[in-house]
């Protein structure tokens, strides 16, 4: 399998797959098929799982890491926002979602994820017509630092903006290395690597629409499931948390639980370590 180090992988497959005799799993985040198969490891024949990415690149690696599942296991190059269909066609007993961005995501596929390798300006994780590049370069003024402030949380977004557009009134901005080094002259020096990771997160969670798709498959995902079902969702910062605990809290027939990584994971896969587990089970 590819060198991705799934996070939280055995609280979450103790999760979806304890008291788990039939049925199917959704694994709406497939990646490389890490969690997924660990739930197909630990669980019996008559159940089975469907992986959906909205990366066709990621859908050809999983199906070559978990071939030894064929009959068990089906994939769909989807939004996982259309997931309602599949409670239509299957007896879905298990959500599971990794949310964020993978490490196979940064070192394979070169879209311009990470502001630590020089890539064009792209951020799709699946078809779309909004790229980082369109964004960074044909965005007016006051829609970009409102993209840096709501969705990267940055103290900063109007001056990173204003040098954003005085650059790209130069030449366009084409690479991540020209946006990260227009980032790095508008933020203190100990400020950088923060400020550089939430600009990038608020361009990538707008091109892929990350919250809506969000909010939209989870909220189908309790209305549709059983009781006694399970989501499991792994999140990575505020924004999804907030998602994954506004339409839980105010719902009687869930109880949700949270955990964090050991210390002994977050040091062993740094990227462990903003995420949480959050554990919902259906009553």
């Keep these: 399998m590819l060198e ?38 630990n669980s019996n024949d008559n159940v089975n799982v469907i992986c959906i990415d909205r990366d ?14 064929i009959g068990r296991i089906e994939f769909m190059n989807t939004r996982f926002s259309e997931i309602e269909k599949l409670f239509d066609e299957k007896s879905v007993k298990r959500v599971f979602y990794d949310l964020g961005i993978s490490t196979m995501q940064i070192d394979l596929f070169e879209k311009g994820f990470t502001y630590k390798r020089e890539q064009n300006l792209d951020m799709r994780m699946g078809e779309s017509d ?23 949380q940055e103290r900063f977004s109007k001056r990173i903006a204003e040098n954003i557009v005085n650059e790209r009134g130069i030449k366009p901005i084409e690479t991540t290395t020209e946006l990260a080094l227009i980032v790095r002259k508008s933020v203190p020096r100990s400020m950088e690597l923060k400020s550089l990771s939430r600009i990038f997160q608020a361009i990538r969670i707008v091109v892929n629409d990350e919250l809506t798709e969000l909010e939209n ?21 505020s924004l999804e948390r907030n998602i994954v605990r506004g339409l839980t809290m105010t719902m ?32």
């Design 130 to 152: 909004i790229t980082a590049y369109k964004i960074v370069n044909e965005y007016p003024l006051d829609e970009l630092v409102k993209i840096f402030r709501v969705y990267g």
């Design 217 to 237: 498959s989870l909220r189908i995902s309790l209305d549709r499931l059983p009781a006694g079902g399970r989501i499991a969702v792994i999140t990575y910062h």
């Design 56 to 69: 066709r690149d990621a859908i050809e690696i999983a199906k070559k890491n978990l071939s030894e599942y």
């Design 252 to 283: 009687g027939n869930v109880k949700v639980r949270k955990k964090n990584p050991s210390r002994d994971e977050i040091k062993n896969n740094r990227r462990a370590r903003s995420a949480k587990l959050y554990k919902i089970e259906v009553l």
């Design 4 to 41: 991705h180090i799934p996070v939280l992988l055995n609280e979450s497959k103790e999760f979806i797959c304890s008291d788990l005799l039939e049925g199917t799993i959704v694994d709406c985040t497939c990646g490389a098929g890490g969690h997924s198969k660990a739930f197909l490891e």
